[in-house]
């Protein structure tokens, strides 16, 4: 219809926000409210920062510009390293190199620690799974960046060892999530989780889901069930009572599995349910690394609400690593689901 004036009035108009918070915003806020706060970690966030949006536009390009494919190697613990793998770790470790902040630097990609000489005075340690998910790359399924921030001791050497920390020593974590659009969900020692979205035009992470809550209970398991044969009893009785329901009129749970844990973990924090990766006797000490895998997203499943636990039902947040590169059993997310695992192994033990 024609407006007053005769002209044709658009079809819609966006509502414009001219007070966004965006990722460097919410980072300044958050250093505000500690008043001992020297700056550093904001910076090392800001480093963090340009990471996540230089492997999320290689990721985007990759199909384009030859980036697909096996690169031939692999990695300290034996999997075959992608094109994009040995990229994303390089991207991430001059991020962190260049910061100035980081002192120390495990990657899933890199054998040994990184020792930082250049920046010896820096105070933060990081871990870090630059992109998981990896396998799914080529077929363009969401992968992701998997982080956590350690604080070293104030006597700190700059050891590998000194990086041997349970997850409740963190005081940040974090993933991304390469998907429709990238994905950030951080949160920070017994503070909220917050996600943003990459606004591509603008070149910032937006604050789109502040305070992310696990819904307490949801009917959604996701693990690989091909590795069923090899799980251990209470593992399969418990699988097995969310897929035969005996309570009269109880309906089965629905199964979810992509095969990247940061998409399988950002839809379990949005929609809830439990996501599984359990140590089995094809793998006995699990799949998932303590450091940088299982750990920062345990931190995160807490902080939402939810819980994490190992193959023994400790808190995942608890395990103190042997080495840097070591794996756990998980099963993590919505609360009341994560309890259910806990009770059926409590009639076993
Ligand atoms: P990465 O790509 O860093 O090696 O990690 C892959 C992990 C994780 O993303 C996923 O949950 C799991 O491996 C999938 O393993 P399966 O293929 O054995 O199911
Ligand atoms: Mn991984
Ligand atoms: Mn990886």
Same mark, same amino acid.
């Given at each position: ?46 480093? *963090?920062? #340009?990471?996540?949006? /230089?492997? &999320?536009? %290689? ?5 384009? !510009?030859?980036? =697909? ?44 620690? *990184?020792? #930082?000489?250049?920046? /010896?005075? &820096?105070? %933060? ?5 630059? !992109?998981?998910? =990896? ?215």
């Amino acid at each position: 219809m024609a407006q007053a004036n005769g002209e044709t009035p658009p079809v819609a108009q966006e509502k414009i926000n001219t007070d966004i918070v965006t990722l460097t915003r919410f980072l300044t806020e958050e250093q505000s409210k500690h008043k001992e706060a020297t700056g550093d970690f904001t910076l090392l966030c800001h480093a *963090l920062q #340009f990471s996540f949006k /230089s492997i &999320a536009y %290689y990721i985007r390009r990759a199909s384009l !510009i030859n980036l =697909s494919g096996l690169a031939g190697s692999s990695n300290s613990t034996g999997d075959d390293q992608h094109t994009l793998d040995v990229i994303g770790n390089e991207i991430f470790v001059a991020a962190m190199r260049s910061s100035g902040k980081c002192r120390l630097l495990v990657s899933e990609e890199e054998e040994e620690c *990184l020792v #930082f000489n250049e920046s /010896s005075k &820096a105070r %933060y340690a990081v871990v870090c799974d630059p !992109i998981d998910g =990896s396998s799914n790359l080529d077929a363009g399924v969401s992968v992701g960046t998997i982080f956590g921030i350690f604080r070293l001791a104030d006597n700190a050497e700059g050891k590998q060892e000194e990086l041997l920390l349970p997850g409740t020593e963190l005081v940040a974590s974090g993933f991304t999530m390469y998907g429709a659009s990238a994905q950030l969900v951080i949160t920070m020692k017994g503070s909220t989780v917050n996600g943003f979205t990459m606004d591509n035009a603008l070149g910032e992470f937006i604050l789109t889901h502040p305070n992310m809550r696990l819904p307490k209970s949801r009917s959604i398991y996701s693990t690989n069930e091909g590795n069923s044969m090899y799980w251990d009893e209470p593992v399969k009785e418990y699988f097995n009572s969310l897929k035969y329901p005996t309570e009269k009129g109880g309906k089965p749970y629905s199964a979810r599995y992509i095969g990247s844990m940061v998409a399988d973990a950002y839809r379990t924090l949005l929609y809830g349910g439990i996501f599984a990766y359990p140590a089995d006797k094809k793998s006995p000490k699990g799949k998932l690394r303590i450091l940088y895998e299982c750990a920062p997203m345990a931190m995160i499943m807490e902080n939402a609400g939810g819980q994490a636990v190992n193959n023994r039902m400790e808190r995942m947040v608890t395990i103190v690593p042997e080495h840097i590169h070591d794996r756990s059993g998980i099963f993590m997310g919505s609360y009341d689901e994560v309890q259910k695992v806990i009770d059926i192994y409590k009639k076993y033990h």
